[in-house]
């Protein structure tokens, strides 16, 4: 299958269109059962009703995990903030309301988020075992009822269309605490801009009546956990600076 040039490429995928259809081909180093990993949790968002592509076929091309889903129409929030920075208060509040409509999503069907953060923790490679130690033990601490959790959730996976926003790239969902979802996506944007991000948590704060502390306790666990999945763009020392505050060594 000749797919042409990638319109994208994450760590984990390369997205392609064709035949009206977008096409995610996960890379060689990720397992066979991927695509269908990832379609389920897609399907999951979808029946409960959230804006999501529909899934159309998973499929192998050229010995590599596919997924062909519904293409979506639209340009991200991330282009829009690009291209409109001032408007980045309006383009945060949609998001939020985005986010917390997940969040507000019983899940018990997923993959648990505590499992996932906890198997991360434990294969990272730049961190003392005394530390993975501590994080687990925090981890074990943490109590929550378990909502839907997007994962990677952040202004280039909300694709603003004709109809409203339309959430992608569900490879990252669990069913989990809300708080763990709500710093992940607080760790992301502080790479790029504290501004921004302390925005973004005010925001969410204020939304869902969480106090900052109640999400910001799940620092050195996101951190640590974030350290095993090698993305380029990523600061490490910044993730293992959050880490040695909680954990020192």
């Known amino acids: ?24 081909v996960f890379k060689e180093h990720l397992p066979s059962t991927e695509a269908q990993k990832e379609a389920k949790k897609q399907e999951f968002a979808l029946s409960c009703g959230l804006p999501v592509p529909r899934i159309v076929n998973v499929m192998t091309i050229e010995g590599k995990p596919a997924i062909v889903m519904e293409y979506i129409k639209g340009e991200s ?50 961190l003392e075992a005394a530390q993975k130690e501590k994080l687990l033990d925090l981890l074990k601490e943490s109590n929550y009822t378990p909502k839907l959790c997007h994962g990677d959730f952040h202004l280039y996976n909300l694709i603003q269309t004709e109809s409203g926003i339309s959430i992608i790239d569900w490879v990252d969902a669990s069913s989990g605490d809300p708080r763990a979802d709500v710093y992940r996506t607080y760790l992301l944007y502080l790479q790029h801009s504290k501004d921004l991000a302390e925005r973004y948590l005010t925001i969410y704060c204020e939304m869902s009546g969480f106090k900052k502390g109640d999400i910001l306790q799940w620092a050195p666990i996101i951190a640590g956990a974030r350290l095993s999945e090698h993305v380029a763009s990523e600061d490490v020392s910044r993730l293992l600076n959050i880490v040695n505050l909680y954990c020192p060594v």
Not at 7 to 23: F, L, M, P, Q, V
């Open 1 to 24: 299958m000749n797919l042409g040039e990638p319109i994208a490429e994450g760590n984990t995928a390369k997205i392609y269109i064709s035949d009206g259809h977008i096409i995610k």
């Open 77 to 126: 929030i991330g282009v829009r903030f690009m291209d409109n920075p001032n408007e980045a208060e309006c383009y945060l509040k949609q998001s939020v309301e985005v986010q917390y409509n997940v969040h507000s999503i019983p899940c018990n069907g997923l993959e648990s988020m505590t499992e996932k953060l906890a198997d991360q923790i434990k294969a990272t490679s730049m």
